[in-house]
């Protein structure tokens, strides 16, 4: 069983479209982080986010930390194709550094 | 930027073969890690490493031993290879120890296939 839950594990959708992808967990975590991840290319950190209800913008993409800290959502605005990849929720609670990885979203914006 | 560094892009092994997979960190990083990467699963965590020498268990170590004999250095040991320890192996470094919310620097992964 996965600590985190990400919804959908794959979303299609054309060049201009809106998209939101969930990250769920009946965990409190003391911090969250979004991944993309390009084929043939290890994951890269979009974002971090700490603070239960926060909200952080990264040009067309906007993350929100859940108030409980147990859920986080991704939401992009006017998808592009360079926005294709698999995205990637991490979290860390506080009793354990460690990062556990949710299982991705295979996101595909098509021109 | 930090580059981290996996010695092969690709790996073809037999069963039973010992395999040695290996990572290198040039930013001085305290932190390594050792993930395996299958579809539907996401990334799971192997063994990690906060100091030369030291090492810890992640939640699926069974078949796998590491070494860190340098800082900049993280090698996975997988003894006797199976067929079901074919994946994609991801190392990644942070840069210090006992931290909640460190980035992770990946590299670009080892695919690797035991026949």
């Known amino acids: 069983t996965q600590l985190l839950e990400q919804s959908p594990q794959f979303l299609s959708i054309q060049e201009g479209e809106n998209l939101t992808v969930y990250c769920n967990s009946s965990s409190v975590f003391s911090s969250l982080q979004w991944y993309r991840q390009e084929p043939g290319e290890g994951p890269v950190l979009l974002v971090t986010v700490v603070t239960g209800g926060e909200v952080k913008k990264l040009k067309r993409l906007t993350f929100q930390f859940g108030d409980a800290r147990k859920d986080s959502s991704l939401h992009i605005t006017a998808a592009q194709p360079g926005d294709t990849g698999l995205y990637l929720c991490?979290?860390?609670?506080?009793?354990?550094?460690?990062?556990?990885f949710g299982a991705g979203t295979t996101v595909t914006v098509r021109a | 930027d930090v580059k981290v560094t996996q010695s092969s892009r690709y790996l073809v092994k037999r069963t039973g073969e010992k395999v040695f997979l290996e990572c290198v960190q040039d930013?001085?990083?305290?932190?390594m890690f050792w993930y395996r990467q299958d579809p539907g699963l996401g990334l799971r965590l192997i063994y990690f490493?906060?100091?030369?020498?030291?090492?810890e268990k992640g939640d699926i170590p069974e078949g796998y031993s590491v070494s860190r004999e340098k800082k900049e250095r993280f090698s996975l040991i997988l003894e006797s290879a199976s067929t079901n320890q074919t994946s994609m192996y991801l190392c990644a470094s942070s840069r210090y120890r006992g931290t909640t919310n460190e980035k992770l620097f990946f590299g670009s992964g080892t695919q690797l296939s035991v026949l």
């Open positions: 991490a979290g860390s609670r506080s009793n354990d550094y460690k990062l556990s």
């Open positions: 930013m001085d990083h305290e932190n």
């Open positions: 490493s906060y100091d030369v020498k030291m090492k």
